[in-house]
């Protein structure tokens, strides 16, 4: 089932790289996140979700790209 997202991958885009640019401005990730995400109207949580799954698609963090989850997600759902 997907989920539909009332935020464009443009607005997500544009999140994220607002994050990156003033990361060194706060003491933490999270304080970044939390200072931005009222400005584009998405709770903190959705934010970092979004920053974590750009750092794994870029290499900079563990995990599954985009690309591999929806490669597994095509082949489960042929699966079932």
Same mark, same amino acid.
């Given at each position: 089932?997907? $989920?539909? &997202? $009332? ?7 544009? /999140? ?11 003491? &933490? *990730?999270?304080?970044?996140?939390? #200072?931005?995400?009222? $400005?584009? =109207?998405?709770?903190?949580?959705? *934010?970092?979700?979004?920053? $974590? ?5 870029? =290499?900079?963090?563990?995990? *599954?790209? #985009? =690309? ?5 997600? =095509?082949?489960? #759902?042929? /699966?079932?």
């Amino acid at each position: 089932m997907n $989920k539909t &997202s $009332k935020f464009s991958p443009e607005v997500r885009e544009r /999140a994220v790289r607002m994050v990156q640019e003033h990361r060194g401005e706060y003491p &933490s *990730l999270w304080a970044a996140v939390e #200072s931005i995400a009222p $400005k584009i =109207g998405c709770v903190p949580q959705t *934010l970092l979700e979004w920053v $974590k799954r750009q750092e794994v698609d870029a =290499g900079q963090r563990e995990g *599954l790209t #985009s =690309g591999e989850r929806e490669r597994l997600r =095509g082949s489960f #759902s042929t /699966a079932c």
